[in-house]
């Protein structure tokens, strides 16, 4: 039989840290009124909204042996 050995770990891989902006955005109307004509503008913005969903789960193995080691003890003779 071979002598039990820790497992061998690498070094750690570090990868680069990923960096995500938000931004907002506000639209402010400003209504400009003269004394001969008022115009109103009605502005629609559409936002897309984008929605990224992420789950995760969790898993567990286990496995079992079952090993006979020899024969069941039998009654002396005579019995």
Sequence with gaps: MFPC???RVMPAVVHP???CENH???NIV???I???HTTNVHHQMF???HYFP???SFAQNAQYQQQMCGGRPRP???Y
């Design 30 to 32: 400003v209504p400009h």
């Design 5 to 7: 050995r820790p497992p």
């Design 47 to 49: 936002e897309h909204q």
């Design 76 to 78: 002396p003779f005579g």
């Design 24 to 26: 907002t955005f506000e």
């Design 34 to 36: 003269h004394p001969t």
């Design 17 to 19: 840290t990923k960096c």
């Design 54 to 56: 992420h789950t995760q």
